[in-house]
Each structure stands twice: as C-alpha cells, then as structure tokens.
Nanobody, 123 residues
Framework: QLQLVESGGGLVQPGGSLRLSCAASGFNFHYYAIGWFRQAPGKEREGVSCISRSGTSTNYADAVKGRFTISRDNAKNTVYLQMNSLKPEDTAIYYC????????????????WGQGTQVTVSS
C-alpha cells in the first residue's frame, strides 16, 4: 500500500529555515515523480515544487524560486524540501504527493497524498 509521511514542519520566524521530509513506502519509489504542495487557510492547494524520478529535473513555483530546494534520496525513499528565507505567506499545510510516470521530466499532478505537515512562519 502506497504511503507518504511528511515531517519537519513547525513554527519558525521570518527569514528562518526548515527542511521538510517525505518518507515513502509500499511502492517502487524509483518510478514516481514527487511533488510538494501547500494549502494556506482559506486558499486552494497549490503546487510548490516537483522532482523527477531520477532527481535530475526539478521545477518550482515562482513564489518560492531561489528560496526552496527540492531533492531526493532514492536509496532512502525520501524527498526533501529545504526552505530558506521563509516568509509569513509561506504559512500553510505542506503535502507531498507521488505520481507514477514513465517520463524523465518533473511532472507532478498529485494522485497519491500524504497527510501533511504544518509550517507556520511568524514572529
């Protein structure tokens, strides 16, 4: 059974950093692109970043470019999201999602979801 478990969220001051982890189990991790999405109170869920099966292709939402970095360790079945220079508008529940794909591109639509981890940026 496919399972994704996010961790690493918390309360951080503006300008601070957090690293989120998404631990996967129950499926062949190597065949899945993994994405990070977020949902702020009163807003729709939005894509944050996506990484290809091999990790060689990534993409980012304009709002996080230059501040967030996605990476994956296929030996550990884990994807990370390093978040630097955090802003109050980054406050949201962050979810990771897995998408089976045959391509080498970073394409994430969000078919299989984790339970989410709360990130709060506040002084």
């Amino acid at each position: 059974q496919l399972q994704l478990v996010e961790s690493g969220g918390g309360l951080v001051q503006p300008g601070g950093s957090l690293r989120l982890s998404c631990a996967a189990s129950g499926f062949n991790f190597h065949y899945y692109a993994i994405g990070w999405f977020r949902q702020a109170p009163g807003k729709e869920r939005e894509g944050v970043s996506c990484i290809s099966r091999s990790g060689t292709s990534t993409n980012y939402a304009d709002a996080v470019k230059g501040r967030f970095t996605i990476s994956r360790d296929n030996a550990k079945n884990t994807v990370y999201l390093q978040m630097n220079s955090l802003k109050p508008e980054d406050t949201a529940i962050y979810y990771c999602a897995a998408d089976f794909t045959l391509t080498a591109e970073a394409m994430c639509v969000g078919r299989n979801w984790g339970q989410g981890t709360q990130v709060t940026v506040s002084s």
